[in-house]
């Protein structure tokens, strides 16, 4: 399939010059992470995962989760990258917002830096922030990057792209 790239306007990378298979690297961007007031997670210790057509996903370490919001759910799922998942769900002001975050606590050899971490996906949150940028959620509801204004897509999860 084809797929005609956006235009990369100065200071802009295109997620379709990202590699496949996918990466993790460390990352020192600022992230932050906000719901009715409480923090949910800050950190400049991130790990990134960069894939062809996806925005970056943010692994934040647990030392800068507000952990006791969280808690374990059942939800599971496999990534042919990173190995299996699990899932949390935020318990803020008598409600739960469910399956939020995700973790790999064995990850394959190759992002073993995702350890523990927790990624979040930006669409059920207030705010969620890179440098001090709101973010826009990857489209598509399963996948978690967070579109910052230096990508440039289209981006995976967009009607049409099952099979980018």
Request: hydrophobic residues 35%; contains cysteine; aromatic residues 12%.
């Amino acid at each position: 399939m084809t797929v005609t790239r956006d235009p990369v306007l100065p200071g802009q990378t295109s997620v379709w010059d990202f590699p496949r298979p996918a990466i993790a690297e460390r990352c020192a961007r600022h992230i932050r992470i906000e719901h009715r007031g409480q923090v949910i997670a800050d950190t400049r210790a991130s790990v990134r995962t960069l894939e062809t057509s996806h925005p970056p996903s943010y692994y934040i370490p647990p030392d800068d989760v507000t952990m006791a919001l969280l808690r374990r759910s059942t939800h599971r799922s496999f990534c042919e990258w990173k190995g299996d998942a699990v899932y949390y769900d935020l318990v803020l002001d008598g409600e739960t917002h469910r399956d939020i975050a995700w973790s790999y606590p064995a990850p394959t050899r190759a992002f073993a830096a995702l350890r523990d971490h927790l990624a979040f996906y930006a669409a059920p949150f207030d705010v969620c922030t890179v440098d001090g940028e709101m973010v826009v959620p990857q489209p598509g509801g399963f996948y978690g990057g967070w579109i910052t204004a230096d990508l440039a897509g289209p981006f995976k999860g967009v009607p049409g792209s099952r099979y980018w």
